[in-house]
C-alpha cells in the first residue's frame, strides 16, 4: 500500500495498527480523514498529510482538493473491515483503483456489572459523548431497557449530522452536533451547551 499514490488513514487506530506491521514510509501521497489522524501520522514521522480543511470525515477529505482528479490513481484505505464505505465509492467514481487494507477489527466494548451500575446510577445533567453511529449501535445492544432508557434521557453531543440523526431515531431528545469527533471538540460543545442551559 505504501507504495500506491495514494494511501488513506481512516483513524488514529488505522495509523497505530498499521504502524506497527511496518514503518509508515513509501511512495504514496497520505492522507489523514481528520486531525486526530494527521496527528497519529505525525507521531510517526508523517508530516506531508492531506486533511480536510473543514469538516473531519470522510466527505471533508473528499472536498480537498488534492483528490479531485483521481483518474488511474492507486488508492490504498486503511482502516478496519464494516467502515462506512463512503471514500472507496467516491474515489473509484472518481476513476481511483481503491483497495482496502485492513490492519485491525472493532469489537463492542464489554460491559459488565461494573458499567451498568455506574448507568443505573446517572443524576444530574448528563452529557453522552458519541463520536459514531457504531459506538452508540454497540452501546444500545450491550444495556437493557430500563439502562437504555437512563442512557437516552441524558443529552446527547455528537461528532456529525449522520451521528445526531442516528441518536435521534435511538431516542436522544436532546441532541447537539460538535465541530468534530476530536474529544477536545466534544467537551467545547459539552461546555457551550451547559453554559446556557
Given at each position: 500500500a505504501l507504495q500506491d499514490d495514494l494511501v488513506v488513514f481512516t483513524s488514529p487506530a488505522a495509523v497505530r495498527f498499521a504502524a506497527r506491521l511496518a514503518p509508515l514510509h513509501g511512495r504514496a501521497r497520505m492522507a489523514?480523514?481528520?486531525?486526530?489522524?494527521?496527528?497519529?501520522?505525525?507521531?510517526h514521522g508523517v508530516t506531508d498529510v492531506?486533511?480536510?480543511?473543514?469538516?473531519?470525515?470522510?466527505?471533508?477529505?473528499?472536498?480537498?482538493?488534492?483528490?479531485?482528479?483521481?483518474?488511474?490513481?492507486?488508492?490504498?484505505?486503511?482502516?478496519?473491515?464494516?467502515?462506512?464505505?463512503?471514500?472507496?465509492?467516491?474515489?473509484?467514481?472518481?476513476?481511483a483503483d481503491v483497495r482496502d487494507v485492513h490492519v485491525y477489527r472493532r469489537v463492542p466494548a464489554r460491559l459488565d456489572r461494573r458499567h451498568r451500575q455506574?448507568?443505573?446510577?446517572?443524576?444530574?445533567?448528563?452529557?453522552?459523548?458519541?463520536?459514531?453511529?457504531?459506538t452508540l449501535g454497540c452501546l444500545r445492544a450491550a444495556l437493557e431497557d430500563a439502562d437504555w432508557q437512563r442512557i437516552v434521557a441524558a443529552r446527547a453531543v455528537v461528532s456529525s449530522g449522520r451521528v445526531r440523526v442516528a441518536a435521534h431515531q435511538a431516542g436522544f431528545k436532546q441532541v447537539k452536533v460538535a465541530a468534530s469527533a476530536l474529544g477536545a471538540d466534544l467537551l467545547a460543545r459539552v461546555v457551550q451547551w451547559h453554559a446556557v442551559s
Amino acid at each position: 500500500a505504501l507504495q500506491d499514490d495514494l494511501v488513506v488513514f481512516t483513524s488514529p487506530a488505522a495509523v497505530r495498527f498499521a504502524a506497527r506491521l511496518a514503518p509508515l514510509h513509501g511512495r504514496a501521497r497520505m492522507a489523514a480523514v481528520g486531525a486526530g489522524t494527521a496527528r497519529a501520522l505525525a507521531r510517526h514521522g508523517v508530516t506531508d498529510v492531506v486533511v480536510p480543511a473543514t469538516m473531519h470525515n470522510s466527505e471533508g477529505l473528499l472536498a480537498h482538493t488534492a483528490l479531485d482528479d483521481m483518474q488511474g490513481r492507486a488508492v490504498a484505505v486503511i482502516g478496519a473491515p464494516a467502515g462506512r464505505g463512503t471514500l472507496q465509492q467516491v474515489l473509484r467514481q472518481r476513476g481511483a483503483d481503491v483497495r482496502d487494507v485492513h490492519v485491525y477489527r472493532r469489537v463492542p466494548a464489554r460491559l459488565d456489572r461494573r458499567h451498568r451500575q455506574a448507568v443505573r446510577g446517572l443524576r444530574g445533567d448528563v452529557y453522552m459523548l458519541l463520536s459514531s453511529v457504531e459506538t452508540l449501535g454497540c452501546l444500545r445492544a450491550a444495556l437493557e431497557d430500563a439502562d437504555w432508557q437512563r442512557i437516552v434521557a441524558a443529552r446527547a453531543v455528537v461528532s456529525s449530522g449522520r451521528v445526531r440523526v442516528a441518536a435521534h431515531q435511538a431516542g436522544f431528545k436532546q441532541v447537539k452536533v460538535a465541530a468534530s469527533a476530536l474529544g477536545a471538540d466534544l467537551l467545547a460543545r459539552v461546555v457551550q451547551w451547559h453554559a446556557v442551559s
